[in-house]
């Protein structure tokens, strides 16, 4: 069974840039969420995929899309880079069934610097 | 609507000594509670994690949680602290709608627990 994994491991962009983060899902999972871990603070939820769609969003802007695959490896997209982007972004993968998703576990994450 | 308080942000214990992690939570639902661990540039690690079976679940490395309804507490313990425990603890609440979750998971602030030799 292989683990979340993501790329890149980090990045630098400049303001006003777009970036494209991957997740590939643990074996077996149906269901990417991401998170931001801004420095020093817990994550907070961006958006969850499950068939390929978004299934639940947090409080973040339009400027945030995402993609799931057939495969349900996941791309997060951001636009417009402002110096607050700048962050630790993690994945979760899970196993959605019913009205319910199961445990997530995360990726080591990608770190994004704005400048 | 469902939230965690993590009510130390610095824990600091000698190694062999026990280490308490405090977490409050808030929920209209039957809550599912986690903590994850998160080492120095990783990514977060599932130590345990209730979901209304027994209330006091155990972890891996040792940890375990007592879920106590009561209290709305759900704080995480280990009865001799070692120098690999220390990293950054969160306190976790998955939201609920009754009948289901939304597969948001809420983050408390977290707790650093340094562990001196």
């Known amino acids: 069974e292989t683990g979340v994994t993501q790329s890149p491991t980090h990045l630098i962009k400049t303001r006003g840039q777009q970036v494209t983060l991957r997740c590939s899902s643990q074996?077996?999972?149906?269901?990417v969420s991401w998170y931001q871990q801004a420095l020093g603070q817990g994550p907070q939820f961006i958006f969850q995929?499950?068939?390929?769609?978004?299934?639940g969003r947090g409080n973040f802007p339009p400027r945030f899309s995402g993609l799931q695959f057939p495969n349900y490896s996941s791309e997060l997209n951001v636009n417009a880079l402002e110096l607050d982007d700048s962050a630790l972004y993690l994945c979760?993968?899970?196993?959605?069934?019913?009205?319910?998703?199961?445990?997530?576990?995360f990726g080591p994450g990608t770190r994004l610097t704005v400048l | 609507a469902q939230s965690v308080t993590q009510l130390d942000s610095h824990v600091s214990v000698s190694e062999g000594t026990p280490v308490l992690l405090r977490c409050n939570y808030s929920?209209?639902?039957?809550?599912?509670l986690f903590w994850y661990v998160q080492h120095p540039n990783k990514g977060l690690q599932l130590l345990l994690k209730?979901?209304?079976?027994?209330?006091l679940v155990k972890g891996i490395n040792g940890f375990e949680a007592e879920f106590k309804k009561s209290e709305t507490s759900f704080h995480l313990t280990k009865p001799s602290a070692h120098m690999s425990d220390a990293a950054e603890y969160f306190c976790?609440?998955?939201?609920?709608?009754?009948?289901?979750?939304?597969?948001?998971?809420?983050f408390g602030q977290g707790t650093t627990l340094q562990v001196k030799p």
């Open positions: 979760a993968s899970s196993s959605k069934r019913g009205g319910y998703t199961d445990t997530q576990y």
């Open positions: 074996s077996g999972h149906n269901t």
């Open positions: 995929y499950y068939r390929e769609e978004e299934n």
């Open positions: 929920s209209s639902y039957s809550p599912s």
């Open positions: 209730y979901t209304s079976a027994a209330t």
């Open positions: 976790v609440v998955s939201a609920s709608l009754g009948s289901g979750n939304t597969g948001k998971l809420i």
